[in-house]
T-cell receptor, first 115, second 117 residues
Framework: NAGVMQNPRHLVRRRGQEARLRCSPM?????VYWYRQLPEEGLKFMVY????????ESGMPKERFSAEFPKEGPSILRIQQVVRGDSAAYFC?????????????FGDGTRLSIL | DQQVKQNSPSLSVQEGRISILNCDYT??????FLWYKKYPAEGPTFLIS?????DKNEDGRFTVFLNKSAKHLSLHIVPSQPGDSAVYFC????????????????FGKGTHLIIQP
């Protein structure tokens, strides 16, 4: 499967635990984006990364959330001390290059549930 | 503040007829627009896009129209097929800087298209 791979597909955490969401971009893509979708809402941009660099994190909550895209391995979205309001679907997208004309291709998401 | 608005949460169209999905935006800095299709439990799939220098882009059964002065775009699907039943998201982007470098997309809330047999 050459598409964007996200894992796990479903993740259940208790309040106060940490959640780690992984994203492997499409082959040849070096630009990664993370989005969050709440029920009945559209996708909300969180962060845009290139290898080893955070380019734009204007949509990231200021606390508890962090993202990385190391030189080797998948991109990770990390949520510390999760709360009920973090329950959502988290989607990762990748693109071949920079610019809106390079379509973003999405993974199937991670559904995070906080007990 | 919803910068991209899809005012119809759902739309029902008979198979074989034309489906028209609408989208309005408020941010005049948006200069690139995309439509995505999403099935339940899957990620959005890119359908078609349009740059603000154009007013129409066509790809098979899908055509996107852009009216910059009205800050309005629409997606036409003709003829509509049962497999077109899905949620359709309108998204917009604003390129910035000399090197371009659009960041995240701004999405509408989606329109659930139902194709009736």
């Amino acid at each position: 499967n050459a598409g964007v791979m996200q894992n796990p597909r479903h993740l259940v955490r208790r309040r106060g635990q940490e959640a780690r969401l992984r994203c492997s971009p499409m082959k040849g893509h070096s630009h990664v984006y993370w989005y969050r979708q709440l029920p009945e809402e559209g996708l909300k941009f969180m962060v845009y990364l290139q290898k080893e660099n955070i380019i734009d994190e204007s949509g990231m909550p200021k606390e508890r959330f962090s993202a990385e895209f190391p030189k080797e391995g998948p991109s990770i979205l990390r949520i510390q001390q999760v709360v009920r309001g973090d329950s959502a679907a988290y989607f990762c997208a990748s693109s071949e290059g920079q610019g809106a004309w390079q379509p973003q291709h999405f993974g199937d998401g991670t559904r995070l549930s906080i007990l | 503040d919803q910068q991209v608005k899809q005012n119809s949460p759902s739309l029902s169209v008979q198979e074989g007829r034309i489906s028209i999905l609408n989208c309005d935006y408020t941010n005049s800095m948006f200069d690139y627009f995309l439509w995505y299709k999403k099935y339940p439990a899957e990620g959005p799939t890119f359908l078609i896009s349009i740059s603000s220098i154009k007013d129409k882009n066509e790809d098979g059964r899908f055509t996107v129209f852009l009216n910059k002065s009205a800050k309005h775009l629409s997606l036409h699907i003709v003829p509509s097929q049962p497999g077109d039943s899905a949620v359709y998201f309108c998204a917009a982007s604003a390129t910035r800087g000399a090197g371009g470098g659009a960041d995240g997309l701004t999405f509408g809330k989606g329109t659930h298209l139902i194709i009736q047999p």
